[in-house]
């Protein structure tokens, strides 16, 4: 007999090795995360997968798996909470969504919005990051970085490289870059590389792209993100790629 | 420079030694330089971004360049109350610069730290990474005298240097001291099992804190399928108010070893660590020497007593970073990375240092190992309490005629312990350091044990001249600092507990506040990643439930008041301006309304 789990009630199989996350994604069920990525070694640090098994607290993307659990993922208190960590995300950076070129596609926006996020619950830091536009081809804004290591571990995982690095400590963690002037155009990071197209926020942008798909027929005008993501890892019709699985690509047009 | 390098890495020439190279340039250059991040990347064969972001995690290190004199103070609440704050200022006239910056000549730099490891003998500091105790304003003014000579370390006078075991109360443990080799002796006599079923009955658990079963601990890592296994010794004792590692290491440090050697034995381990932290600096050579010692008496090294045991230590210094106490950070942090917690499972008894089976325990936990291989699982557990069996080695400080190093069996009660230290007029102890608990006068009959009070062995005493909200205030900003920025919820939680305690104690909270900081203090306890989050509230936590009018007194009968100081935030536009008349400031709230 094949093992299972249940989450909120709902019985779920799984095989040996996989996470909470992963059963879940392959069972049609969403639950909120930003710094993961099936394809990469979870990190479990942005902790919006946060689900509580057999009444304590962990991270769906790193814990595995094991027959038997009850895990509790859309109760009112961890909608909530998700909701709290999710503005913390906001108010540690400078997001500012009307004027970002990655609104519409953003996954940030998006999880905000499958929160039902209306405001920042917190005071707003205002940190003095940089922008980065040393690069032809790829821009950094780091007033957009929200840590979650994605395009760390694409570099190094399928580019290959190793371009990219979080650095710092506490509130000051940032993102470094792989060359002696600390600048982008200085690394040895391409255009097509995967860790360009896979930032979840507007923090790594491809130039001269910007507004290609008009705001309102972007990626999560018309779909939240739960369908969205379901639909990337295989368990839906797809109707549209996120852009980090659409790699030198075009950004698909969206269909209603 | 590029000899200097190079010489080190010959020596080191393993990426897990990355900690310990910055360590020597650091010394030696007063920063790391970028010359010499470019040629490790070379030579260590690892990205030059793994190095910055080492250098970047670590207090001790730094990417520009300190002082000649690197003169850091302890922030430790311990040194406030001994009166840090005056001898800062002293310390900025005398030395004529200013806090975290480095004076123009290029002599000296100055700077806070967090605690010290030395709250029985404070105010405390560190020169070049050498401890400093007893710090007033005639030692200062010999240090300044010193700096401005420019006088090597080595010239110093010794007595600026001296720090004393102030052990007042002994117990099972500090009593006896073994006879070197006699534990390892007796495992050889009682057999391998024998001596784990002996830890085993002794009931001994992990004296860190947190109280897994040591026996149960090391018999898991033995019995993983893998050839190589590792001991580790946990010597970053950074709890600010706890010191007895370092009081252990002094006096008992080859007990200590032996400890980690049983453990070897019984586990099947070839190579062990003591990850002492790096404020413990001035006890290296020491370790070093003991170590060097007891491989010549045969009791490390190869085959152990003719026993046919291989087994060595290697002590690895940190470089400040509390989360380093954390398990999985110390790992991280001995494989020469930052000190960030991984995710668990799996646990380090299955995945430890490069992955191999790892036990990691506390100084005292090896120490009391040793002692029960001598001497038998009875005699310990034939003390303490029911699940908290043996003697707990306190680190007492604060407010209180005799601060210093306490053993006391398992159950003793906070006024036992008050009396024999000398604490009159006390307002409450804080027990297990900032991330234990607060306990009121109304509670001295509570009992040190894992069932009631569990403690790593800070013990603070306020007494009634205290302001409780000015020790909270400290913590509060200890974890934000000390928070390895991993995780949302502590990266951020940890900085808007700071702001949100900084708004209330200033007086620029109003109603609704106290709410507020309470939900955020939930938040960051039931979703951080590791311990130091889980914790970081507890300062809070433990004191709103005991005074929530002390809170609560100090908000504005306002319904609302900005999160931050209006007239502050527009210095910048003064300056751009250059104007400073009445019209470019602001008043907080409409005072004439409201007062």
Same mark, same amino acid.
């Not at chain 1, 004027?99 to 917190?122: I, P, R, W």
């Not at chain 2, 020597?24 to 040629?39: C, D, L, N, T």
């Not at chain 2, 100055?110 to 560190?126: E, I, K, R, V």
């Given at each position: ?256 | ?38 040629? =490790? ?99 200062? @003014?010999?240090?300044?005298? =010193? ?12 007595? =600026? /240097? ?94 200590? /070893? ?23 600096? *001035? ?153 234990? +608990? /607060? ?8 009992? =040190?044990?894992?069932? @009631? ?21 400290? /913590? ?72 929530? @009018? ?8 306002? +319904? ?33 309304? *409201?007062?």
């Amino acid at each position: 007999m094949s093992k299972t789990i249940t989450i909120d009630g709902k019985t779920i199989p799984f095989e040996d090795g996989q996470t909470i996350m992963d059963a879940a994604m392959a069972a049609d069920v969403y639950i909120p995360h930003l710094c993961h990525q099936p394809e990469f070694t979870p990190h479990g640090s942005c902790k919006l997968c946060t689900v509580n098994v057999n009444g304590r607290n962990c991270s769906a993307c790193t814990f595995p798996a094991m027959d038997g659990q009850d895990v509790l993922s859309e109760t009112k208190e961890l909608i909530d909470d998700r909701k709290k960590i999710t503005q913390m995300l906001f108010v540690e950076g400078n997001h500012f969504c009307p004027s970002c070129e990655k609104t519409g596609n953003c996954q940030l926006q998006a999880v905000a919005y499958h929160l039902n996020m209306l405001d920042n619950h917190f005071p707003l830091f205002y940190p003095d990051r940089n922008v980065d536009a040393s690069h032809a081809e790829v821009m950094i804004d780091h007033n957009r970085c929200i840590f979650c290591a994605l395009c760390v571990r694409a570099s190094q995982q399928t580019d290959g490289k190793n371009v990219f690095a979080l650095s710092g400590r506490g509130i000051h963690k940032h993102l470094i870059v792989n060359a002696e002037s600390g600048l982008l155009k200085d690394t040895d990071v391409d255009v097509n590389d995967q860790a360009v197209h896979i930032c979840p926020t507007g923090a790594i942008l491809v130039k001269r792209t910007g507004y290609q798909v008009p705001i309102g027929e972007r990626i999560y005008d018309h779909q939240q993100i739960d369908q969205v993501s379901l639909a990337a890892s295989g368990s839906r019709p797809v109707a549209t790629l996120p852009p980090s699985l659409a790699v030198g690509k075009e950004h698909p047009k969206h269909g209603k | 420079m590029r000899q200097f390098v190079q010489g080190i890495v010959e020596n080191n020439h393993q990426a897990t030694h990355l900690l310990q190279i910055l360590r020597q340039i650091q010394s030696r250059f007063h920063y790391i330089p970028e010359e010499a991040i470019e040629q =490790l990347s070379g030579l260590l064969n690892i990205p030059r971004t793994q190095i910055i972001s080492v250098i970047e995690f670590y207090s001790f290190f730094h990417l520009t360049r300190r002082g000649r004199y690197e003169l850091l103070i302890s922030d430790s609440i311990t040194d406030h109350m001994l009166g840090k704050k005056d001898l800062l200022g002293y310390l900025e006239n005398k030395l004529a610069v200013a806090v975290g910056e480095v004076r123009p000549d290029g002599v000296v730099s100055l700077d806070n730290t967090s605690c010290t490891g030395m709250c029985d003998q404070g105010p405390a500091g560190l020169v070049n990474g050498y401890a400093l105790t007893h710090l007033d304003h005639s030692s200062i @003014d010999k240090i300044a005298e =010193l700096i401005n000579q420019q006088k090597p370390l080595s010239e110093w006078p010794s007595e =600026l /240097f001296q720090v004393d075991d102030n052990i007042h109360k002994s117990g099972l443990l500090l009593n006896q001291q073994l006879e070197q080799g006699a534990a390892l002796k007796a495992v050889l006599t009682r057999g391998i099992k024998e001596t784990l079923t002996e830890i085993d009955k002794s009931g001994l658990r992990g004296r860190g804190g947190a109280g897994f079963k040591t026996a149960m601990k090391w018999q898991f890592c033995s019995e993983e399928q893998q050839t190589e296994r590792y001991v580790v010794c946990n010597a970053d004792e950074g709890e600010p108010g706890t010191f007895k590692d370092r009081v252990l290491l002094n006096t008992y440090a080859d007990q200590v /070893f032996e400890g980690m050697t049983v453990c070897a034995a019984i586990i099947g381990a070839k190579q062990g660590f003591l990850y002492l932290r790096g404020e413990y600096l *001035h006890l290296h050579d020491k370790l070093q020497n003991i170590l060097e010692q007891r491989r010549r008496n045969g009791l490390l090294g190869t085959n152990i007593l003719d026993a046919g045991w291989n087994f060595d230590i290697e002590i690895c210094l940190g470089a400040g970073a509390y989360i380093c106490g954390e398990e999985s950070a110390l790992i991280e942090s001995l494989e020469g990375k930052a000190g960030i917690p991984r995710n668990r499972p799996p646990y380090p008894v299955t995945q430890g240092y490069l992955g191999k089976p790892t036990v990691v325990n506390n100084v005292e936990t090896f120490l009391a190992a040793a002692s029960i291989a001598v001497n038998g699982g009875d005699w310990f557990a034939s003390i303490g309490t029911e699940k908290s069996k043996g003697t707990k080695i306190l680190s007492i400080s604060g407010d209180c005629a005799r601060p210093g190093i306490y053993e006391y069996p398992f159950g003793v009660t906070v006024q036992t312990i008050l009396h024999d230290c000398g604490a009159d007029d006390v307002l409450g102890v804080q027990v297990g350091g900032p991330s234990g +608990s /607060f306990i009121s006068d109304q509670e001295f009959e509570r009992k =040190l044990a894992f069932e @009631d009070l569990a403690t790593g062995g800070s013990f603070i005493i306020f007494n009634t001249s205290r302001n409780i909200l000015d020790m909270v205030h400290n /913590f509060t900003h200890f974890f934000a600092h000390e928070s390895c920025g991993f995780c949302t919820p502590c990266r951020v939680g940890t900085s808007l507990l700071q702001k949100q305690m900084d708004k209330i104690v200033e007086g620029h909270g109003s109603a609704g506040d106290v709410v507020a900081l309470e939900e955020l203090c939930q938040l960051v306890k039931n979703y951080s990643h590791c311990g130091l989050g889980q914790t970081a509230a507890n300062p809070i936590l433990t004191t709103l439930e005991r005074y929530p @009018d002390l809170y609560q007194n100090r908000l504005k009968e306002i +319904s609302y008041e900005p999160g931050f100081d209006l007239d502050g935030a527009l210095e910048t536009a003064r300056r751009m301006a250059n104007r400073d008349d009445a019209g470019a400031h602001l008043a907080q709230i409409e005072v004439n309304e *409201h007062e």
